[in-house]
């Protein structure tokens, strides 16, 4: 079965600085693909980045980057030069199976809530 | 980009109360929407999977009876709370695919339900 794990339920940051919230997952799929999610205190989740399980190079987008590491099985999110609005819920997640042709279900980690200090 | 409406947002009602939460899709057609439910300070855990014209197929452990599904459109998903106790208050949110591959679910906002 297929299992995502987040080992770290809160981590601080000072602002501008750069923090990594750690994505640990485990499928026996050779095509699947990684998500992460940020969700404020009020709700919504807001989808960040993906990266998939054939991309060759790692994913990033604006000040977030994913640290795919294939043969270990982790999915690192780096954020740079954080932000008070960065404060939120961090969730990773996983699709098994390849992109088209699946029910596209996401199996999420347990979460890691980071704290921007000013 | 693509907009999922998710209403109401917050709902607080008596025991005993069936209340229904829908989801929408705004600008692209969902093949499939997903139910989940979060608990505070948890993860989002899957409630069912719905496909638009078929029945919903819910996830082990989760009240077919309780919890009714009903995916009538390509942009239309509800959520039917039936006959809700204090312990089904939680945070309910829902989430879309379509067409395109690849692309990743589009959340809800979520709705907030309270049940006294």
């Known amino acids: 079965a297929q299992k995502i794990t987040q080992t770290q339920p809160g981590m601080f940051v000072q602002e501008k600085e750069a923090v990594t919230l750690d994505c640990t997952y485990d499928t026996s799929d050779q095509s699947y693909g990684l998500f992460w999610y940020k969700q404020p205190s009020s709700g919504e989740m807001i989808f960040l980045i993906y990266?998939?399980?054939?991309?060759?190079q790692n994913a990033t987008e604006g000040r977030y980057s994913l640290n795919f590491q294939k043969a270990r099985k982790s999915a690192n999110l780096v954020i740079s030069a954080s932000q008070l609005g960065d404060s939120a819920m961090y969730f990773c997640?996983?699709?098994?199976?390849?992109?088209?042709?699946?029910?596209?279900?996401?199996?999420f980690g347990q979460g890691t809530t980071l704290q921007v200090k000013p | 980009g693509a907009v999922v409406s998710q209403h109401p947002s917050r709902v607080i009602c008596k025991s005993g109360t069936s209340v229904k939460i829908e989801c929408r899709s705004l600008?692209?057609?969902?093949?499939?929407m997903f139910w989940y439910r979060q608990f505070p300070k948890q993860s989002l855990m899957l409630m069912a999977t719905s496909n638009e014209g078929s029945k919903a197929t819910y996830e082990q452990g989760v009240e077919k009876d309780k919890f009714l599904i009903n995916h009538a459109s390509l942009t239309l998903s509800t959520l039917t709370v039936t006959s809700a106790h204090p312990e089904d208050s939680s945070f309910y949110i829902c989430s879309a695919i379509g067409w395109v591959t690849g692309q990743p679910q589009h959340f809800g906002d979520g709705t907030r339900l309270s049940i006294l």
């Open positions: 600008d692209f057609q969902a093949t499939t």
């Open positions: 997640a996983m699709r098994e199976g390849p992109d088209s042709g699946n029910t596209g279900k996401l199996i």
């Open positions: 990266q998939g399980s054939y991309d060759e």
